[in-house]
Structure formats: C-alpha cells, structure tokens
C-alpha cells in the first residue's frame, strides 16, 4: 500500500493550490478517502472526507466553502482543491484511506501559505 501526495507549494494569501494523492496495494474504489494535515508538535488533524463512490463529503469547520475534494476511482487518485489560502493552512498535507488504520502514510506535500 502506498500513499504518494503532491501539488504543495509556497502561495499568497488568497492564492490556490489542488493537491493529488495517487494510492496504489489496494481496492481504491471501495474505501473512503481523507485529507489530513500537520503542523510540527501539533496532532494531525482531519480536513476532508469522500465517499468511496464520491458522493458523500465532509469538512472540518475552517476550510467549509474554501476546500474541495474530490476523487477518481479510475485513476486512484483523490485530490483537495484549495481556494482562499490562508497562513493558517500551511501544513504538511496527506492523504490515507478510511478504515484502514494500518496502511504506512505517504511523505505528505507541504503547504506553505505566507506574503
């Protein structure tokens, strides 16, 4: 099993960023997927959800109206479209599948929101 992120980067407030996360050892199309983020010596944190089918979603409070996710069942692939950046974004952004706790985590792709 195997997490890849990708799409971070350094942007300005207000700026945009869609990240990627390209997942592989497993059935994709049948688990749910989230987005997760942390900071250096805070908890990681849970930013957003999807249905395995890509119906279902859910966000925490503070990225509601700025984030998106989104999934392709055909390319494995789930992403986080990311509008209204904030500094309190920036994080190391990842990806992992729900329900299954024990799968290794990707290296994650940084954020970095800052004038």
């Known amino acids: 099993v195997q997490f890849v992120e990708s799409g971070g980067g350094l942007v300005q407030p207000g700026g945009s960023l869609r990240l990627s996360c390209a997942a592989s050892?497993?059935?994709?199309?049948?688990?749910?997927m989230n987005w997760y983020r942390q900071v250096p010596g805070k908890e990681r944190e849970l930013v957003a959800g999807?249905?395995?089918?890509?119906?279902?979603?859910n966000y925490r409070d503070s990225v509601k109206g700025r984030f998106t996710i989104s999934r392709d069942n055909a390319k494995n692939t789930v992403y986080l479209q990311m509008n209204s950046l904030k500094p309190e974004d920036t994080s190391v952004y990842y990806c992992?599948?729900?329900?299954?706790?024990?799968?290794?985590w990707g290296q994650g792709t940084q954020v970095t929101v800052s004038s």
């Open positions: 992992h599948a729900f329900g299954r706790p024990n799968d290794p």
């Open positions: 999807i249905g395995s089918i890509g119906v279902r979603t």
């Open positions: 050892g497993f059935t994709f199309s049948s688990f749910p």
